[in-house]
């Protein structure tokens, strides 16, 4: 990750605050931030996009059992469907030479019938890409959420307090950032989704949504909570810090008035990459069978079961990735935006 | 023998009891595979094989993998082996290393062998009756897999197993130096002792041979060919051994290739795609299920398909809840649909529906279908109404089961299949899908608190115990072990007294015995139902183009040595 700008786009509210010894007067630049981020047509336009997928895939179950009328989670090996005068199997064996093999049906492109084809359990592609997207998109906005909020916390704590607590916080997020993401993200699935997490009280079943959540949230927080340490480190020498110390604030006090609101801006340029970041993290995890546990079904988890039919039905793997790619180029599109918008001299696309 | 999968430790000797008619070269029932008149003009050149990884240690008193197994019938022998023919006979023990079959007296408690004269290694170094000593006492101290439950018959086998570094077989193994006689003495007398023998475990090996696992480096043997080089990450090699002269055509024929290369690392796809355009000559893995409509339609004339005496099983923890319930082991029993199944593994030219745990036409097969649509001895159906009805009457209903299968596409469907199904009548079912290299051993611990998940036992040799006794006897439960290969954990006194009293008819009336195995069977079945037996498998090899004289072994598959390549 690369590193943010010194000081935010709300440096202009800094000065004030340092006038005034309050908080930041949050109205106009976070206003003027969204106004110039709806005047960006790029970033519209991918936040359309973006809605749109969600939208679609939160109607997966309308598809599925009004329009589709399948389950896309229990398989149909023995299943027929009509197409117009025609019966067909969904899963059709080859009459062919030897006739080795069972191959599923492929697209039929009648929306309402097999519209991607089957997998090879003879369910419904296209009303598990819509179910699946559900799976992926939640998983990448909510670790991409709870990094942004864990690492802003650790970030502030250690760029406010420094000394044992900044030492404490730093080395567990250097021992985090001493391995590759994709090494340690893969390594601590294949632990947990075999086992489930098990801490005392707290009980998380192999198969939950909660521990690929969690996995790639922990491997993402030192690349956020670095920055906003550095950019806290920054802000504590600054004038209107010292007037708050001075005048006897609060350490919270000062964390949540004078120090959060100036972070703000900066952590939240880093949302959407963070949430595409994610959606691709867990779609690597699942395409490898280390992510999203069946039953559930995620793009990344269509795209393994693609795999084994890739010579004979692409599509299969081919529509989850087109999901993926397209999801992800536009929640970087939005992130350009959103940086333009609140924080133009952040630099995020650096090592992550 | 467990397959784990097709590239580790596939446990294996499979063995097929009917050559597929869609086999291109006509297989006679008994047709030597490499006696019917050597061909000399087809002798040279370099065999290519692919496999996408390697088949773990070299040595062969300790690599128990389909793919080394079938290798090593070119490059070692025992004092017997299985006959290298096609067929049926394929099955049968011949004398190798032994000038003749042992004369068997003491009431089947003595063996006594006369080793052949003037054999030698790879090394240059002759055969001598304290390699076959040596031979027997490194089998123990190497710890082979199956020491303990095989080999110590032999007397002061059981000392060997519990302290292998001091074993001496003292009074088990007697050599004479001066008649060249080996003789065994059991405990007690063992109706499979000579398959035993015959198996890779038995070859006979250098008395220099280090104790201790040889890893990469190759072994000498007596074979055709000996191994010449071994990297895990890149190639196998072999090579014609120069001290080879042919002894017997029946159990160590003269090979074809020069020299055989098995390569690792390539992808599955991209091995059959290798195949097709003539640069590999024959794949090990399984081929996958999306290249099978294409080789079956585009390289008919290179595709050979067999039956193997094999099961795909989920076997139920008869311990825990819910399936330490028998109604629940039914109820899963009449609710899988295994035609669904067959179609999971690649339809019906490659898999055949089944009720037993025996496979079709193994001795003591009895053909029956205990939970059936209808009432049959051949599958039909499965009968939902039923399944939910012993569901419910067995209180299970809404319990929480966790299926674990291997997360090859296959076996992974498979358990989603299952998975499902068991959803559907009224379980809480989930999939918990693990590594390869993993789940076998982890479905065996009793610690891991499995319930139901799916696996494979292909046999070792052509007896009914291999599959009753080994899977389904207290002898193979073992608690919190990863060798506990009783995975049901099925333990009966009364089963595993009928058992023994098979295993001692087989020694005087195999007819009658075979027949108690087959009621056997169905006893386990009808009044424990700890597995449900899902489908018998068949195998497809798919060799190139320039390929010719393939021969297969039920015992051990393609004779990989008897192909020819010029």
Known sequence: MGEIGELPATESVATKIAVKLTAVDSESPWRSSLQQLRRNRAAMVALGVLLFMVVVTLLAPVYAHSIAHDNPFASNLQGRIKIGSHYRSVMQANTQGLGLGVTPIGPTWHFSKYFLGADQLGRDVFARILYGGRVTLLIGFSSGLLCIVVATVLGMLAGYFGQATDWIISRLLDIVWAFPIYLLAISLSVILVTSGLDLGIIHIGAGSLLLPILIITSVYVPYVARPVRGIVFSLKERDFIQAAIASGASDWHILRKEIFPNVAPSVIVFFPLMVALNILTESALSILGIGVQPPQASWGTIINDGLQLLYTRPWVAIAPGLCIVVVCVALNILGDGVRDAFDPRAKLRGSI | ?566
Not at chain 2, 350 to 358: E, K
Not at chain 2, 473 to 494: E, Q, T, V
Not at chain 2, 527 to 551: C, H, M, Q, S
């Open chain 2, 1 to 566: 023998m467990s397959r784990l999968n097709s590239m580790k430790r596939m446990g294996v000797i499979l063995s097929s009891l009917a050559v597929c008619s869609f086999s291109i070269i006509a297989l006679s029932a008994s047709s030597p595979a490499g006696a019917s008149g050597y061909q000399s003009q087809h002798a040279g050149g370099t065999l290519h094989l692919d496999a996408t990884a390697a088949g773990g240690t070299l040595d062969p008193q300790i690599n128990y993998t389909l793919q080394y197994w079938q290798l090593y019938q070119a490059t070692y022998d025992g004092l017997v082996s299985f006959q290298k023919v096609n067929g049926n006979p394929s099955f049968d023990v011949v004398p190798d290393l032994a000038t003749a079959m042992p004369k068997v007296t003491n009431a089947g408690k003595t063996y006594t062998f006369t080793l052949r004269k003037g054999i030698k290694f790879s090394n240059g170094k002759t055969v001598t009756v304290a390699d076959v000593l040596a031979t027997f006492q490194r089998l123990f101290k190497v710890s082979n897999p199956n020491a303990g439950s095989w080999y110590n018959d032999i007397v002061g086998g059981p000392a060997c197993v519990t302290t292998p570094a001091t074993c001496k077989l003292t009074g088990g193994v007697v050599v004479n130096a001066a008649t060249n006689s080996v003789v065994f003495n059991l405990i007690a007398p063992d109706a499979e002792f000579l398959d035993q023998l015959a198996v890779p475990f038995g070859s006979i090996i250098p008395a220099n041979t280090p104790a201790k696992d040889q890893g990469d480096t190759p072994i000498p043997g007596t074979g055709a060919y000996a191994f010449t080089s071994y990297n895990p990450n890149s190639a196998l090699i072999m090579k014609r051994n120069p001290y080879f002269k042919v002894w017997s055509a029946a159990a160590q024929p003269k090979g074809y290739p020069d020299e055989i290369e098995m390569t690792f690392g390539l992808p599955v796809e991209s091995e059959v795609t290798a195949v097709e355009n003539g640069q590999a000559d024959w794949i090990f893995d399984p081929i996958p299920a999306d290249r099978l409509s294409e080789i079956s339609t585009k390289y008919v004339n290179q595709v050979h398909v067999h039956t193997l005496t094999a099961d795909w099983y989920a076997p139920m923890n008869v311990n825990i809840a819910p399936f330490n319930n028998l109604k629940a082991r039914q109820a899963v029993n009449y609710a899988l649909n295994k035609h669904s199944l067959v179609k999971l593994y690649g339809g019906t030219e490659l898999a055949v529906p089944t009720c037993t745990i025996l496979p079709p036409a193994f001795p003591g097969y009895l053909k029956y279908c205990a939970y059936n649509s209808k009432s049959s001895s051949t599958y039909a159906g499965p009968d939902l109404k039923k399944a939910k009805a012993l569901v419910a009457a067995s209180g299970t209903l809404g319990d929480k089961v966790a299926v674990v299968a291997q997360n090859d596409p296959v076996d992974e469907s498979v358990g989603e299949y299952i998975e499902g199904v068991l959803n559907q009548i009224g379980y809480k079912a989930s999939l918990k899908p693990l590594s390869q290299n993993i789940e076998f051993n982890y479905i065996q611990n009793t610690n891991n608190k499995v319930q139901i998940s799916v696996t494979q036992w292909f046999q070792d040799y052509p007896a009914a115990s291999d599959f009753l006794k080994v899977l389904l006897n207290c002898s193979g439960f073992h608690k919190a072990s990863d060798n506990s290969i009783n995975i049901a954990g099925l333990c009966s006194p009364s089963i595993d007294a009928t058992e023994a009293r098979a295993e001692s008819l087989e020694l005087t009336n195999e007819t009658a015995a075979n027949k108690l195995w087959g009621q056997i069977d169905k006893t386990i079945m009808t009044t424990e139902a700890p597995w449900v037996p899902l489908f018998n498998p068949k195998l497809v090899d798919f060799i190139g183009k320039r390929v010719g004289n393939y021969n297969f072994s039920l015992q051990f598959y393609m004779y990989v040595d008897q192909l020819w390549v010029k």
